[in-house]
């Protein structure tokens, strides 16, 4: 049994002097997704700095099932790590630096806690505008990852940055389960994917997150960022590279690494 507050200020420890621990805090792993969230929930109620988004993680069946999971797993976005495009990151050096294309949605109104699920249109009513965006994701303890979601979700939900491009406010008649995501690393091509890696369509994991936070009484507030998953899985960055994910025609997003 782990002490969610001890880990909890251990992980922003790490996560504020960029560096990368042999050893999960406490010396074990959570053993349940819910011992993972109590971790994550003491995250955000120690870190002192405001919450501006929350992200979607493990999207798809194929991550699910490699991360010992059936469900996809939600974090929040913490205000200093939301950056507009192009953005120069410094991650240490043994940090993964792992690239997430993703699309990204802006809140207009808010979606507080309730006790019935929001519908589809509900929460896309509710929405100002999409937009092109990576996620830089990254662990803060060495091999976390291969300890599966429960691991993931504790130690901030692998957030590392999240960087978005320009939005667009007519975006409800693209067909984003069809969209095409081309992934560049130093000019050279690195990933290609579509968004029916996210939940069958970014749509379904916005509405996802959306009744998540309100199951946990959280809610959406206006102006909150929501990322919907990656759509070609994670593709490691090396030093000093530069990214660059095309949206076609809703725009790009760069993110460098410093060497």
């Given amino acids: 049994m782990i002490d969610p507050e001890i880990v909890a200020a251990a992980l922003i420890q790490a996560r504020l002097e960029y560096t990368v621990l042999d050893t999960f805090p406490g010396g074990a792993f959570p053993e349940s997704t819910d011992e993972a969230y109590a971790v994550l929930d003491n995250i955000a109620a120690q870190f002192g700095v405001p919450i501006g988004g929350w992200k979607a993680a493990l999207t798809n069946d194929t991550i699910m099932k490699k991360m010992r999971t059936n469900s996809p797993a939600c974090g929040p976005l913490f205000q200093p790590y939301i950056m507009a495009s192009p953005k120069l990151l410094n ?9 997430e294309c993703e699309f990204a ?5 808010n979606l507080p806690s309730r006790q019935e699920p929001y519908t589809d249109d509900e929460v896309f009513a509710a929405v100002e505008s999409l937009h092109p965006a990576i996620e830089v994701v990254d662990s803060r303890v060495k091999d976390g990852m291969a300890h599966g979601a ?9 957030n590392a940055a999240f960087v978005h491009g320009a939005g667009k406010t007519d975006w409800r008649d693209i067909d984003l389960a069809a969209h095409t995501v081309q992934l560049t690393v130093n000019g050279d091509p690195a990933a290609t994917g579509t968004g029916s890696e996210v939940l069958g369509d970014p749509r379904n994991s916005l509405v996802w997150v959306a009744n998540f936070l309100s199951r946990r009484g959280k809610g959406l507030k206006a102006g909150a960022w929501v990322t919907t998953g990656s759509t070609m899985g994670i593709y490691p960055a090396p030093s000093g590279s530069t990214a660059v994910a095309d949206f076609g025609s809703l725009g790009r997003v760069e993110v460098s690494f410093a060497a």
Wanted: glycine fraction near 4%.
């Fill in 91 to 99: 991650l240490p050096a043994d940090s993964m630096r792992g690239l």
């Fill in 150 to 158: 429960v691991a993931i979700i504790a130690d901030h939900c692998a």
């Fill in 105 to 109: 949605f802006r809140m207009r109104d």
